[in-house]
Nanobody, 126 residues
Framework: VQLQASGGGLVQPGGSLRLSCAAS????????IGWFRQAPGKEREGVSC????????FYSSSVKGRFTVNRDRAKNTVYLQMNSLTPEDSAVYYC????????????????????WGQGTQVTVSS
């Protein structure tokens, strides 16, 4: 079972990117999918998650209103649409799969996720 994050790149401040998290070997629809990011010298931060049990979505305060997570079951892919990007959003972004239901308060906790994909670099710079 593998996860692969893609879609990162270099974008100017105020721009947008859409990250994809594709799965092979299992159905993403059965798992809560979390998006995390890690900048150099910083701890891994939970950005967003979409819960499998009820499709509820959660966001960190730093991205709420700018980022949107969605699941496409037909494509077995979860997307993270990122708008109004700032240099503070620059990081390596990872997706990970966790249990079907994770408590809301823990949905963005990296320790709740067992299966991680390789990251994709997002750089926001003029």
């Amino acid at each position: 079972v593998q996860l692969q994050a893609s879609g990162g790149g270099l974008v100017q401040p105020g721009g947008s990117l859409r990250l994809s998290c594709a799965a092979s070997g299992f159905s993403l629809g059965d798992y809560t999918i979390g998006w995390f990011r890690q900048a150099p010298g910083k701890e891994r931060e939970g950005v967003s998650c979409i819960r499998a049990s009820d499709n509820n979505k959660f966001y960190s305060s730093s991205v709420k209103g700018r980022f949107t997570v969605n699941r496409d079951r037909a494509k077995n892919t979860v997307y993270l649409q990122m708008n109004s990007l700032t240099p503070e959003d620059s990081a390596v972004y990872y997706c990970a799969s966790g249990a079907r239901h994770i408590l809301s308060s823990l949905c963005r906790d990296p320790s709740r996720y067992a299966n991680w994909g390789q990251g994709t670099q997002v750089t926001v710079s003029s």
